[in-house]
């Protein structure tokens, strides 16, 4: 069965850092760009950040950038985003997906392969 389970979701106070971690079964993620993207209650999904199958090219939505890194260990099948300063507009669920190249992830999410389940993050004092 092909699976992406993201983990690391929980509640943190404002200002506080979080490490989600996106890991892949029954597929090779070295394979695929992959993408991070939440949605909030009542709010459409929204992408965060994006890494290319290499991990030489990055992006960040405006509202992450130099708050949140997004990183890959293709060794362990893993995919993590590194939140930092948490904010309360960060809350939402956030979902991991693997996309066939860069551009996908960049581009319309319908391009994007396989997606997890979500990961709640909440922010909160």
């Not at 983990?7 to 979080?18: A, K």
């Not at 989600?20 to 760009?33: H, V």
């Not at 993207?37 to 459409?44: L, N, V």
Request: glycine share 14%; with cysteine.
């Amino acid at each position: 069965q092909l699976q992406l389970v993201e983990s690391g979701g929980g509640l943190v106070q404002p200002g506080g850092s979080l490490r989600l971690s996106c890991a892949a079964s029954g597929f090779t993620l070295e394979n695929y760009a992959i993408g991070w993207f939440r949605q909030a209650p009542g709010k459409e999904r929204e992408r965060v950040s994006c890494i290319s199958i290499t991990g030489g090219n990055t992006n960040y939505h405006d509202f992450v950038k130099g708050r949140f890194t997004i990183s890959r260990d293709n060794a362990k099948n893993t995919v993590y985003l590194q939140m930092n300063s948490l904010k309360s507009e960060d809350t939402g669920i956030y979902y991991c997906a693997a996309g066939p190249t860069y551009g996908a992830c960049l581009g319309f999410f319908g391009s994007m392969a396989y997606w997890g389940q979500g990961t709640q993050v909440t922010v909160s004092s």
